[in-house]
């Protein structure tokens, strides 16, 4: 029974967990292997493996907190600031170091007729994963305290459920450095 598995399974001493050394080349997850496939085979305006996020951010913003809050948030996710090179002719993981995580945040102008066409443009552009993040990320300036920041992930990174989790962490991470501190680990 279910009760008597976990009976056992509590008697039996458990090893202490401990950290292990990386290796040299971190092969690609079970997962990852035909995603990465995939976007090979892809060209580099094709937007199939794109996963976006857009929020609207209402009031006066605060870039540098923003820009800030966006290093944050690739420092605490390693994926997101990954690239995925290939050694004979296998691709394998190189995460970037933390200080070069933040990604670029371009502010262009718009309003809300031209917004639409502006995402779409923004999205529509794949990534080459050998060289570059699996992210991008973007801001759109409808006023002076109306803006859209759309994040454009690849699926080698993200699904549409880690969204909500981006999105939780970048607010907590917006949210404290406003305040003009790092924000917490949880």
Do not use: M
Request: glycine share 6%; proline share 10%.
């Amino acid at each position: 029974t279910p009760a008597g598995v976990a009976k056992a399974l509590a008697r039996k001493p458990r090893p202490a967990l401990e950290p292990q050394a990386r290796p040299a080349l971190i092969p690609v997850s079970f997962s990852q292997l035909p995603v990465w496939q995939a976007s090979q085979d892809a060209t580099q305006d094709s937007a199939t493996d794109n996963i976006c996020l857009a929020l609207r951010l209402s009031g006066e913003l605060d870039r540098a907190a923003l820009e800030a809050a966006l290093a944050d948030v690739a420092q605490r996710h390693e994926i997101l600031r990954t690239v995925f090179p290939v050694d004979s002719g296998v691709p394998y993981q190189r995460p970037l170091p933390p200080d070069a995580a933040g990604p670029r945040l371009p502010v262009t102008g718009t309003d809300e007729a031209g917004l639409p066409g502006q995402l779409a443009a923004a999205a529509r552009r794949g990534f080459d994963l050998g060289t570059e993040p699996p992210w991008r990320t973007f801001l759109f300036a409808l006023s002076g305290t109306e803006h859209v920041l759309l994040a454009v992930l690849h699926r080698i990174a993200a699904d549409k459920r880690s969204r909500q989790v981006l999105a939780s962490d970048l607010a907590a991470a917006y949210g404290a450095r406003r305040k003009g501190r790092a924000p917490q680990r949880a």
